[in-house]
């Protein structure tokens, strides 16, 4: 019943009859019109042949008519296809009916019983058909059922090559896992040794450690006492140095001071002066500065001055700016006898303390 459509049965069952029915009501309907006109044209016919009397014509006419009939229907029972074959005759009823003096009309009734030749012939035919639908849908359900099983057995044989290559599969699975295991049952083995040497070799670590953590408290205060000497070292020799730097910069400004004497008479040199000359990191600077004064010694006017600077806290005297090399600053100022003192000698850096210098003198 998966292909095979209960609807199918259902309209074979219950239709069946119902068209079979409807089928017979319309032939008989059929049947009633067609004799209808056959007798009433053999009616007329039969009144154009006979002669009435004047007397009693609607009793005539009617004798005529019923004669007509019966002759008829003799001769339908004996040549028409319908009366002979399927023996309707039995069942055919015809009355007169009269609709006033003249006037007169036929009515046939025919009926098709049940279990007769005709009805019967019209039941087997929509049974012919009903299993003629039948018959193709089960046809269409026994190809889709083979179908069906085709691909069933498809899958089937599918699967059954699949279990095989499984099955294959799961043998060397299980050779494998024989392998693995000996293989775990010697790393067991293995792992075990190892912990046992681990353990013998993390105890001698440990006494090693402890030794050296003793070994670097020892080390530890050692180098805290030769730190501390090494600062006291340091110190004293800042100290020694910090001596000879100045006994250096006293030896070197003494002789500074000295050249300049001999050298430049017009100029004197401050004590400022010369200790910022030394302070001088780039030689260069040393001789632009030297340069300055010794053009203040030759021809003061043909130095470039940048500005003039009031110093002193008192009297507030004029001494002037002179740029050289750039970033160096050189402070000087006229006094008696038309002499030249060089006050600061410094760079851009050292300038706001050789202006506090230049006031406070």
Same mark, same amino acid.
């Given at each position: 019943?998966?292909?095979?459509?209960?609807?199918?049965?259902?309209?074979?069952?219950?239709?069946?009859?119902?068209?079979?029915?409807?089928?017979?009501?319309?032939?008989?309907?059929?049947?009633?019109?067609?004799?209808?006109?056959?007798?009433?044209?053999?009616?007329?016919?039969?009144?154009?042949?006979?002669?009435?009397?004047?007397?009693?014509?609607?009793?005539?006419?009617?004798?005529?008519?019923?004669?007509?009939?019966?002759?008829?229907?003799?001769?339908?029972?004996?040549?028409?296809?319908?009366?002979?074959?399927?023996?309707?005759?039995?069942?055919?009823?015809?009355?007169?009916?009269?609709?006033?003096?003249?006037?007169?009309? =036929?009515?046939?009734?025919?009926?098709?019983?049940?279990?007769? =030749?005709?009805?019967?012939?019209?039941?087997?035919?929509? =049974?012919?058909?009903?299993?003629? =639908?039948?018959?193709?849908?089960?046809?269409?359900?026994?190809?889709?059922?083979?179908?069906?099983?085709?691909?069933?057995?498809?899958?089937?044989?599918?699967?059954?090559?699949?279990?095989?290559?499984?099955?294959?599969?799961?043998?060397?699975?299980?050779?494998?896992?024989?392998?693995?295991?000996?293989?775990?049952?010697?790393?067991?083995?293995?792992?075990?040794?190892?912990?046992?040497?681990?353990?013998?070799?993390?105890?001698?670590?440990?006494?090693?450690?402890?030794?050296?953590?003793?070994?670097?408290?020892?080390?530890?205060?050692?180098?805290?006492?030769?730190?501390?000497?090494?600062?006291?070292?340091?110190?004293?020799?800042?100290?020694?140095?910090?001596?000879?730097?100045?006994?250096?910069?006293?030896?070197?400004?003494?002789?500074?001071?000295?050249?300049?004497?001999?050298?430049?008479?017009?100029?004197?040199?401050?004590?400022?002066?010369?200790?910022?000359?030394?302070?001088?990191?780039?030689?260069?600077?040393?001789?632009?500065?030297?340069?300055?004064?010794?053009?203040?010694?030759?021809?003061?006017?043909?130095?470039?001055?940048?500005?003039?600077?009031?110093?002193?806290?008192?009297?507030?005297?004029?001494?002037? @700016?002179?740029?050289?090399?750039?970033?160096?600053?050189?402070?000087?100022?006229?006094?008696?006898?038309?002499?030249?003192?060089?006050?600061?000698?410094?760079?851009?850096?050292?300038?706001?303390?050789?202006? @506090?210098?230049?006031?406070?003198?």
């Amino acid at each position: 019943m998966k292909y095979f459509p209960l609807k199918t049965i259902i309209f074979c069952i219950i239709f069946i009859p119902l068209l079979s029915t409807i089928t017979v009501t319309r032939v008989e309907k059929y049947l009633n019109i067609l004799y209808k006109n056959k007798i009433t044209q053999q009616i007329k016919e039969s009144k154009k042949k006979s002669v009435l009397p004047n007397e009693n014509i609607g009793n005539a006419e009617t004798v005529i008519i019923q004669n007509a009939i019966d002759t008829t229907l003799k001769s339908f029972s004996q040549s028409d296809i319908f009366f002979k074959y399927f023996n309707l005759l039995p069942n055919t009823c015809v009355k007169i009916k009269e609709y006033g003096k003249d006037a007169q009309d =036929i009515e046939i009734t025919i009926a098709i019983r049940h279990n007769t =030749i005709l009805s019967n012939l019209i039941l087997s035919m929509y =049974i012919a058909i009903s299993l003629y =639908i039948c018959c193709l849908f089960y046809k269409n359900a026994i190809s889709k059922l083979n179908k069906e099983h085709l691909k069933k057995r498809e899958a089937i044989s599918n699967l059954m090559k699949d279990e095989q290559e499984y099955l294959e599969k799961l043998e060397e699975l299980k050779k494998e896992r024989e392998v693995l295991t000996e293989k775990l049952a010697q790393a067991k083995s293995d792992y075990e040794q190892e912990i046992k040497i681990a353990k013998n070799a993390e105890e001698e670590l440990f006494n090693e450690i402890v030794e050296l953590e003793k070994k670097v408290e020892e080390n530890s205060a050692l180098q805290r006492e030769k730190e501390i000497e090494i600062e006291e070292l340091k110190s004293q020799l800042e100290k020694v140095e910090k001596r000879k730097n100045v006994s250096k910069k006293r030896k070197s400004s003494d002789g500074v001071e000295k050249r300049f004497l001999n050298l430049y008479k017009n100029v004197d040199m401050n004590k400022k002066a010369i200790e910022g000359l030394l302070d001088l990191d780039d030689e260069d600077m040393q001789l632009k500065a030297e340069e300055v004064v010794h053009q203040l010694n030759d021809d003061p006017s043909e130095v470039l001055v940048k500005r003039k600077v009031f110093t002193g806290k008192k009297n507030k005297t004029a001494s002037f @700016e002179v740029l050289f090399a750039y970033n160096g600053r050189l402070y000087f100022r006229n006094i008696e006898g038309n002499r030249i003192e060089v006050l600061v000698i410094g760079t851009k850096n050292s300038q706001d303390k050789d202006m @506090e210098f230049l006031h406070s003198i």
